[in-house]
């Protein structure tokens, strides 16, 4: 059976799910996206989501296609119309559709659509192994804040990780990482310091970063919200990353080098534990 997609406000299946040629998302990558988990059915943070969503169109001057409240209903519908109970649900907001002109047009509504990707994100086996990363330099724009979907670098770097064996790029910028090509990136430093970088214009805020954060500091965990460069990363106790679809995941090794003892630590499984644990008893974390 099809899976079942919203375009602005209808439900259709996979094959009838179509946009214009002219949408604005297709033609300058003018739009902007949000991916909420779905477990047991649930939407995890989904507020959060949709407030930095309201964050990123707002930065952009782009009008919200609807109210929050009906984004909501039809991302609950939409879970429900296709059975899903673990997974990921992936919502783009574009500009619209206009002839094609560099200057935003004037009077035309946003466009909306979602789809949902079902995944098995509780029973990762890499939450086991650990994942190998390479480093990059950043050449993505200096407004990663905003949740585009100008994506082309990180797909690039993602795919010469791959192409290097490993499993996913750590982005460098004046010799300082600044995130993973779709997560936050973290160390935990000798003396047992939780170390990520700031938030600005260089990195996306985090919902998953937020969560965690706040989770490290109910843990007793000390954090320091700063940036670190590639040789204290090379020397750190543990280093993990984290994000809607993976929560957090050990980072066990970097350009080829294992980080401490090559094997998940102890601090990221607990706060993946206690991330996990949460997210199954309420929905804002
Ligand atoms: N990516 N940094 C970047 C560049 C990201 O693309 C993402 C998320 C994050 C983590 O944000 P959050 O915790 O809100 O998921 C950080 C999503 C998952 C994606 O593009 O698929």
Redesign the pocket.
């Known amino acids: 059976m099809s899976r079942v997609f919203y375009v602005n406000g209808d439900f259709v299946a996979e094959e009838d799910a179509k946009i214009s040629v002219l949408d604005r998302g297709f033609l300058f990558a003018d739009a902007v996206?949000?991916?909420s988990?779905i477990l047991r059915g649930k939407l995890i943070?989904n507020n959060?989501?949709l407030k930095?969503l309201g964050r990123s169109m707002s930065e952009l001057s782009m009008s919200a296609p609807c109210s929050d409240e009906a984004i909501i209903a039809a991302q609950k519908r939409l879970v429900e119309v296709n059975g899903v109970d673990e997974g990921?649900l992936?919502l783009q907001v574009s500009r619209g559709v206009a002839d094609r002109d560099f200057a935003y047009p004037a009077n035309v509504d946003s466009s909306m659509v979602m789809f949902i990707q079902e995944k098995n994100l509780l029973n990762n086996p890499a939450a086991e192994k650990g994942l190998s990363v390479i480093s990059v330099p950043d050449l993505r724009w200096q407004r990663?804040d905003i949740?585009t979907v100008g994506?082309l670098y990180?797909s690039m770097a993602k795919q010469a990780a791959l192409s290097a064996g490993a499993d996913d790029a750590w982005m460098v910028e004046d010799g300082l990482v600044t995130?993973?090509?779709?997560?936050?990136a973290y160390i935990v430093t000798a003396n047992q310091e939780i170390k990520t970088r700031h938030l600005g214009n260089e990195?996306?805020?985090?919902?998953?970063?937020?969560?965690i954060l706040k989770f490290a500091q109910e843990s007793h965990y000390k954090v320091v919200e700063e940036p670190f460069s590639l040789e204290e990363a090379a020397s750190a106790s543990e280093a993990f990353i984290?994000?809607?679809?993976?929560f957090v995941m050990p980072v066990v090794k970097l350009d080829g080098q294992p980080i401490g003892t090559g094997t998940p630590g102890p601090v990221a499984a607990h706060l993946r534990k206690v991330y996990i644990e949460t997210a199954l008893q309420r929905e804002d974390l």
């Open positions: 996206y949000e991916v988990t943070d959060a989501h930095r990921l992936y990663r949740k994506l990180p995130e993973g090509t779709s997560n936050n990195i996306l805020s985090g919902i998953t970063r937020t969560a984290s994000s809607a679809s993976t």
